[in-house]
């Protein structure tokens, strides 16, 4: 079975830093795609990030594009998040995501199986 875990989150004031990480369990951290999501309530889930192990490629959402860097560790099969010059904006419930399934969109949430709990992040101004 595969399973998630966030952790990370917490508050910050804009421009600060923080890291998020994804443990991963049942499956190692580079047997698929993964991506990393945030949520504010009455809000859809928007894509942040994504990486392709097998090519190492990478790619963003424009809001957090230059900001944000998603990474693998295979040793600790952890993904990390590192954010820098947060702002306001950044605050939600951040999710990681693995394992596609269809043929969608990367930033669309129907297209990925597995998904940790969250880990919340506050940017105060």
């Not at 009455?42 to 990478?58: H, K, L, M, Q, W």
């Not at 949430?109 to 992040?121: D, I, R």
Request: charged fraction near 15%.
């Amino acid at each position: 079975q595969v399973r998630l875990l966030e952790s990370g989150g917490g508050s910050v004031q804009a421009g600060g830093a923080l890291r998020l990480s994804c443990t991963v369990s049942g499956v190692t951290v580079n047997a698929d795609q993964l991506a990393w999501f945030r949520q504010v309530p009455g809000n859809e889930r928007e894509g942040v990030a994504i990486i392709y192990p097998i090519s190492d490629n990478t790619h963003y959402a424009n809001s957090v594009l230059g900001r944000f860097t998603i990474s693998l560790d295979v040793s600790k099969n952890t993904a990390y998040l590192q954010m820098s010059g947060l702002k306001p904006e950044d605050s939600a419930m951040y999710y990681c995501a693995t394992t596609r399934r269809g043929d969608g969109h990367w930033d669309a949430p129907s297209t990925w199986l597995n998904w940790g709990q969250g880990t919340q992040v506050t940017v105060s101004s």
